[in-house]
């Protein structure tokens, strides 16, 4: 079982990256999928999660009317479409895979993990 995360780069403040992360190895269709991150000497946090069909989701407060996760169950993917990016937004960037049909914000509710794609946010 696999979770491959791309997209990620450098790009400057006010510009855009969308990250991808496509499944291998199983469906994912029935789980809660999420996307965290993790800056240099700081602690991972979750920033946006989907449900299983997508209806439901849900951001940090920090990407809010920024950043936006959706899913394709037929190609076992999910995405984040990153806008208005600022230096803050500079992390590595993970995609999970919850236990759960919902997902959460606890990442301790995620049992698979991407190898991560670095994003660089340059002022």
């Known amino acids: 079982v696999q979770l491959q995360a791309s997209g990620g780069g450098s790009v400057q403040a006010g510009g855009s990256l969308k990250l991808s992360c496509a499944a291998s190895g199983r469906t994912f269709s029935n789980n809660g999928m999420g996307w965290f991150r993790q800056a240099p000497g700081k602690e991972r946090e979750f920033v946006a999660g989907i449900s299983w069909n997508g209806a439901r989701k849900y951001y940090a407060d920090s990407v809010t009317g920024r950043f936006t996760i959706s899913r394709d169950n037929v190609k076992n993917s999910v995405f984040l479409q990153m806008n208005s990016l600022n230096p803050e937004d500079t992390a590595v960037y993970y995609c999970?895979?919850?236990?759960?049909?919902?997902?959460?914000?606890?990442?301790?509710?995620?049992?698979?993990w991407g190898q991560g794609t670095l994003v660089t946010v340059s002022s």
């Open positions: 999970a895979a919850s236990r759960t049909v919902y997902g959460s914000k606890d990442y301790s509710q995620y049992n698979y």
